[in-house]
């Protein structure tokens, strides 16, 4: 069975701080896909990356960037300089290869993430 | 208008009403799904839509009764819900299918709040 982890459940930070969400993962497939969303406090989740398990250059966009290890199952999340607007929730996810009919996420239970002025 | 849509974005209503909840997905995607994001608890999949088929559900009680008349519009029928059903009720779409190996990515809505008294 695959399960993913968020050990923290609330991050504070004071704005421009950098921040590293953590993600643990489990799965027994050799194929898999690892996914980061963000949900702010307007309920939408907003997709921000995904990676699959054959490709393990780290990955940077802008202000974010994401560390994958196999060695560890771990698929972190760093902000850089945050801002306020970074204030959300930040959900891990990792789905199986899957050819028809759509895909199957294992949600984490996600990350509190306060960025105060 | 573009993406995924919800409506209402907000619900409450009595345990003996009858009401729908609403998904418009813009992507030309094939899947559909239903999720329930209940406080403290991870997002549990509820539904899954392929092609308009009913691929999975994920031991929803019956008082949920979802229907996908087309590829792009998906409903969750409720009837003599329970307090506990209290939730953000989450609709995502995807391409429905992989190739080469990969995954596709759910898209999510805005969600509905529902409250039931």
């Known amino acids: 069975a695959q399960k993913v982890t968020q050990a923290q459940t609330e991050i504070s930070v004071v704005e421009k701080e950098d921040v590293t969400l953590d993600c643990v993962y489990e799965t027994r497939d050799t194929t898999y896909y690892l996914f980061w969303y963000k949900q702010p406090p307007s309920g939408e989740l907003v997709f921000l990356i995904r990676?699959?398990?054959?490709?393990?250059q780290n990955e940077i966009s802008g202000r974010y960037s994401w560390n994958f290890q196999k060695s560890t199952s771990s698929f972190n999340f760093t902000i850089t300089a945050s801002q306020v607007v970074d204030s959300a929730v930040y959900f891990c996810?990792?789905?199986?290869?899957?050819?028809?009919?759509?895909?199957?996420?294992?949600f984490g239970e996600g990350t509190q993430l306060t960025v105060n002025p | 208008e573009t993406g995924v849509t919800q409506t209402p974005r907000h619900l409450v209503m009595g345990m003996t009403n009858k009401k729908s909840l609403k998904c418009e997905q813009h992507l030309g995607h094939n899947a559909m799904y239903w999720y329930k994001q209940s406080a403290k608890k991870p997002l549990e999949l509820m539904f899954v839509y392929s092609l308009e088929e009913r691929v999975e559900n994920n031991s929803v009680p019956s008082r949920f009764s979802p229907e996908c008349p087309n590829s792009s519009h998906l409903f969750l029928h409720l009837h003599t819900l329970q307090p506990e059903d209290s939730a953000l009720y989450l609709c995502?779409?995807?391409?429905?299918?992989?190739?080469?190996?990969?995954?596709?990515?759910?898209?999510f809505g805005p969600g509905t709040r529902l409250t039931v008294l």
């Open positions: 995502a779409s995807s391409r429905g299918w992989a190739t080469g190996g990969d995954t596709d990515t759910q898209y």
């Open positions: 990676r699959n398990s054959f490709d393990e």
């Open positions: 996810a990792l789905s199986e290869a899957w050819e028809t009919s759509g895909s199957r996420l294992t």
